[in-house]
């Protein structure tokens, strides 16, 4: 398996730090509002991956945090007349239910920042008596960057290339401009937690350096969010856990790309920003799924309401497929071509290979869901030229096939059509004195009494067939295999 390396700017070949177990972090949101479709992308990226490393039997330990603590929650608070405290835990909750609705997987571990003062109060004075940070005047303690030879390394940026972009800020108590807060001192209001340097609060980036080091030990195979975290965050991060454990602290950085809508960058004043729970209160989480999944997760993603509608058509016609596969392996009639089925069992297996191939290749899921999509044609091309002489192994191999591929990937595929009615059997028994107990045999009996209707231009007859499937919620379909009940 390949890895795109965000650090070394390389495809590298992933070897991780134990056999068969992954450790992996991906950064939470600051819960101050509802997450936009952005950040949807960015999880649902991660999701993949983590599925595809689970599918790949990796052991994956999964860590996200929740940054409960931080200026927006605060702005927010005060904003609303609210506690910070209030606005991080109805936040914190909408977002564990919209990933939920979205089908991302719960991560195994899931850090609050107010909960974990203790720890990163412990590294910022080990890194404090390493000579890697100091205490100001003001109370605040700042990560001095120049103490870290490797700093610039996660983003790729030197160190004497920030300066010249560097704000300079009126902050006589930073000893040079590119130096972070490790520890806010508290202003009145805000929230506060004792430390030796005075009451305070935590900064951002030392959180996930923290966590990443109670929860999963240092260093860690995979360290992921979205491209913006790069710098400064991710470079903030791994410089103090590198200063402070000086053990390293993630051999893959992984980013993924923007989300732009309609071809423009999301803005609240361009009028195209999104929530993600706006998105689906209107489509299903698998079609944007899908959508997403177009793309690969480095590109930019292009979103618009016209393609996660076109997303929304692709999955009724692989949800459809796999259902005729089905009802045509079950309902064969006749001797089935053993050349065509031969092709068709090839045809999923090669849709198999490249799937993995593409999956392999950096988590390629637009190849990958290429590969299903030709495979699916191919089934339906089959299911026309076969008619009812169906080959139920490759239909079975070919709908596995494409179920399987697309419950890795974290894309619910409609359920079948449930069971037909009970209440057939006594359709059948006014209709044409069926006096069996098999619904299934129910319907055939119906069918072909429709047929013979049809065939005596009896449309009356035909009509009230109809009508009286149609009260039940069923619809007659016809196909090449010939005609079959469906729920409407
Ligand atoms: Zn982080």
Redesign the pocket.
Same mark, same amino acid.
């Given at each position: 398996m390949k890895i795109y390396n965000s650090a070394t700017r390389k495809k590298e070949e992933f070897a991780p730090i134990e056999e068969g177990k992954v450790r992996m972090?991906v =950064? %939470?949101p600051t819960v101050y509002d509802n997450i936009h479709i952005g950040n949807a992308r960015t999880f649902i990226s991660f999701d993949v991956i983590r599925r595809w490393l689970i599918a790949s039997g990796y052991e994956v330990t999964f860590a996200q945090?929740l940054?409960d603590v931080d200026d927006k929650i605060i702005n927010r608070a005060n904003e609303q007349g609210r506690t910070a405290a209030e606005v991080a835990e109805e936040f914190s909750e909408k977002f564990i239910g919209i990933m939920r609705a979205a089908n991302v997987m719960d991560p195994d571990i899931r850090p609050r920042a107010t909960k974990e003062i203790g720890p990163m109060i412990g590294m910022i004075k080990s890194l404090i008596e390493q000579g890697h940070a100091y205490a100001a005047e003001n109370g605040d303690v700042y990560f001095s960057v120049r103490s870290d030879p490797s700093y610039g390394e996660v983003s790729g940026r030197k160190i004497d290339d920030l300066m010249v972009g560097a704000r300079i800020e009126e902050n006589e108590d930073k000893r040079d401009p590119l130096d972070f807060a490790l520890w806010k001192a508290a202003k009145p209001g805000e929230p506060e937690w004792p430390s030796p340097w005075g009451k305070g609060r935590p900064g951002? $980036?030392t959180? =996930?350096?923290a966590m990443v080091h109670r929860y999963l030990g240092t260093p860690i195979d995979i +360290?992921g %969010?979205g491209s913006d975290?790069a710098f400064p +965050? $991710?470079e903030n991060?791994c410089a103090q856990a590198s200063c402070c454990w000086h053990e390293g602290f993630a051999n893959t950085w992984m980013h993924t790309g923007m989300l732009l809508v309609d071809g423009e960058k999301m803005s609240k004043s361009l009028g195209n920003f999104f929530t993600l729970e706006e998105v689906l209160e209107k489509h299903s989480a698998a079609a944007l799924r899908l959508l997403m999944l177009q793309t690969h997760y480095r590109s930019p993603l292009d979103f618009s309401w016209e393609r996660l509608e076109g997303a929304e058509n692709s999955l009724e016609r692989i949800a459809t497929c796999v259902e005729n596969l089905v009802w045509a392996a079950n309902h064969a009639t006749g001797e089935a071509d053993a050349e065509r089925a031969a092709a068709l069992i090839a045809a999923a297996e090669r849709a198999s290979a490249e799937f993995e191939e593409a999956m392999n290749d950096d988590f390629n899921t637009a190849s990958a869901v290429a590969a299903y999509f030709q495979l699916v044609t191919e089934a339906n091309t089959y299911l026309d030229e076969v008619a009812g002489a169906a080959d139920p192994e490759a239909c079975f191999a070919c709908s596995a096939g494409i179920a399987g591929a697309f419950a890795i990937l974290g894309v619910k595929l409609r359920e079948p059509k449930e069971e037909l009615p009970v209440g057939l059997l006594g359709v059948a028994g006014g209709l044409c004195g069926y006096t069996g107990d098999s619904v299934d045999d129910a319907a055939e009996a119906i069918l072909a009494a429709r047929a013979e209707a049809r065939a005596a231009k009896n449309w009356e007859l035909a009509d009230a067939i109809r009508d009286q499937l149609r009260d039940m919620g069923l619809v007659i379909e016809d196909t090449a295999a010939g005609s079959r009940l469906k729920r409407a």
């Open positions: 972090y =950064c %939470g945090n940054t951002w $980036h959180e =996930c350096a +360290h %969010g975290l +965050h $991710h991060e």
